[in-house]
């Protein structure tokens, strides 16, 4: 009865905006107000919440219909869409904008506010999670994903079409996986914030279900993002330090600490106040991964040309960080009694987080510390508009040969904008991932005995000392052929570290794994294997990551001239290519235009 009284207005509401598409924005209007409602009052906050999510749902479900059906009378479906684009396509280009994803991600929000406020976790007098999605309706309402198209644009055009980068079959798994890792992440946000003001009964099964979903399918999106970008032309390779990427890794890093830690938590064991602050630091990384994608400050391969959300999403993530430090202000006197027995407890029950869980929390934090570091080093510079080194403008005075008039300035300006600096940021997480590999393997080794675990600890660290002395396997093989630069040539070391780490960590898991299904038998599978398949596919991917960056550097057959006219030619196309796509649009859409377009 309950699926078929929230199917009826769903139906309806899908109805109602596929034949009337300004009805959308009534439509997300009263699921933006039923939302405020639930925010502000217990009472009726489950059904007002589950009617929300409904009818924004509704409104998701309208629109991909109106991508389906060439309904370029839709402002968004013209400025996205083409007639002649397959199927799965145009209704990929839901996601495709500014507009879809926030609508998208207000109703993925929304539904996980209504399963929490229904199974009765959601009782307080305010509700953050309730008031995280009903800001996120409001920014999709203010964009206005149901607009019409101007009378002029219909008359120039039948429809912007697709951008070529997009029409790529990780379009439909990449970008919708993200968004549901976001709102999971989001939904940690509420329970953290009981967590720091002392109040633990809900915090760690809603967390841990929430963050090993949010983990899992970041991972997953991330990884066909991955394959995207080493399959498009344009890059090549399938990481490049992207602003927007550094956002998302600093995010999956913060998940991957709440998730070493969030077992066994409770109020008063050591460190118990890290992993709520873990949560809602993941919590406020997913609004600030969203503005760094639609600022323009920052050059990105991934940011909405024009979009100006951002303001909104940078506040969202400011309000959580400052009601996250009431909490914990608040929660220190009000905690502390609790505290107190809290760790009498522990300390009578024997009950202490493991080192090893607990070092590698610190690992996963220290690298999401590189991550923010160098991309705030960089928003920093670029909104003060200090000039950029000559060092990090590659090709630029090649490529200056190549263009002439308008397009050179543009060039230029392109070049003068700054970016995350890559090299850096490696070269200072390499030492945290050897420290996780180390410490991964250490920990596995010693779930199987304690001798298994020093002895191999020993053995890893023998290694290490072994590369750093006679050189690694990337370090001797590497003989100073082809295009490598000199910043990786410093940091080989370092990486021969890294993948020693990840091989241990590997060897570790897929050890102890064996080990315990050998004593336990197939009653240990659904528990034991896919642990130990995640932690060692994490290496693996690793290392392969790494050893196929290095493998793919400019072989010595080609001179480092054909080869850098090589490169130049490619990044003068893609930049004029995008060049003339953002004047063209900025010069007849105004401030209207979101249009995503790749750039070098």
């Not at 039923?34 to 998701?60: E, F, S």
Request: net charge positive; proline share 5%.
């Amino acid at each position: 009865m309950g699926a078929l009284s929230r199917g009826a207005p769903m139906g309806a509401g899908v109805v109602l905006v596929a034949l009337w598409p300004a009805f959308g924005s009534l439509l997300l209007a009263v699921a933006v107000g039923l939302a405020l409602h639930a925010a502000l009052r217990p009472a009726g906050r489950a059904p007002a919440l589950a009617l929300a999510a409904t009818l924004a749902w509704a409104c998701v479900v309208a629109l991909a219909w109106h991508f389906g059906a060439d309904r370029f009378e839709l402002r968004y479906v013209w400025l996205y869409s083409s007639a002649d684009l397959p199927l799965h396509l145009k209704v990929a280009n839901l996601w495709g904008g500014d507009e879809g994803t926030t609508l998208m991600l207000a109703a993925c929000c929304l539904g996980l506010a209504a399963r929490r406020a229904g199974v009765g976790a959601d009782s307080a007098r305010f509700s953050l999670s309730a008031a995280i999605a009903a800001w996120l309706g409001l920014t999709a309402l203010w964009l206005a994903p149901f607009a019409a198209t101007p009378a002029e644009w219909l008359a120039q055009s039948p429809s912007q079409g697709m951008n070529a980068h997009l029409m790529k079959p990780w379009m439909l798994f990449h970008a919708p996986l993200v968004l549901a890792a976001y709102a999971w992440t989001l939904a940690l946000a509420a329970p953290a914030l009981d967590a720091l003001r002392g109040v633990s009964a809900p915090w760690s099964a809603l967390a841990q279900v929430h963050a090993r979903r949010a983990w899992l399918v970041l991972t997953a999106g991330i990884g066909f993002g991955m394959l995207w970008a080493f399959e498009d032309a344009m890059y090549g390779q399938v990481w490049h330090w992207d602003p927007v990427q550094t956002a998302v890794f600093g995010l999956w890093c913060l998940l991957g600490a709440h998730l070493h830690g969030v077992a066994g938590w409770g109020v008063g064991r050591p460190h118990w106040r890290a992993m709520p602050w873990a949560g809602v630091l993941a919590a406020a990384a997913v609004p600030l991964a969203m503005a760094v994608t639609r600022n323009p400050v920052l050059a990105s391969s991934h940011r909405y040309v024009g979009a100006d959300s951002w303001m909104a999403h940078l506040a969202l993530g400011a309000a959580l960080l400052l009601i996250a430090t009431g909490c914990a202000v608040a929660g220190r006197g009000a905690g502390r009694a609790t505290e107190n027995d809290g760790g009498r407890q522990a300390r009578l029950m024997g009950l202490r987080a493991p080192s090893g869980l607990w070092l590698a929390q610190l690992c996963f934090l220290g690298a999401a510390a590189v991550a923010a570091v160098q991309l705030l080093s960089a928003f920093g510079a670029g909104v003060l508009q200090l000039p950029r080194p000559e060092a990090y403008k590659p090709f630029l005075a090649m490529l200056s040969n190549l263009t002439t008039g308008s397009e050179l300035a543009a060039l230029r300006a392109a070049f003068e904008q700054w970016d995350v600096d890559g090299y850096v940021l490696a070269a200072h997480l390499l030492l945290p991932l050897a420290g996780f590999g180390l410490v991964g393997g250490w920990y596995f080794f010693r779930r199987i005995s304690v001798v298994a675990g020093r002895l191999s600890l020993l053995l890893a660290v023998v290694a290490i000392g072994g590369n750093a002395a006679w050189g690694g396997v990337v370090t001797r093989s590497y003989a100073g052929e082809g295009i490598l630069s000199q910043q990786i040539v410093a940091v080989l070391p370092w990486l021969d570290a890294s993948l020693i780490g990840g091989a241990y960590l590997a060897l570790g898991g897929i050890a102890w794994a064996a080990h315990v299904l050998r004593r336990q038998g197939r009653k240990a599978v659904a528990s034991v294997v896919p642990l130990a398949a995640i932690h060692a596919g994490v290496a693996l991917a690793l290392w392969g990551a790494c050893w196929r960056r290095r493998s793919t550097a400019i072989p010595s057959t080609r001179s480092p001239s054909t080869a850098g006219r090589a490169l130049g030619r490619r990044i003068a196309m893609a930049m004029r290519s995008g060049l003339r796509r953002s004047v063209s649009g900025r010069r007849t859409m105004a401030r209207s235009v979101r249009s995503p377009w790749c750039r070098p």
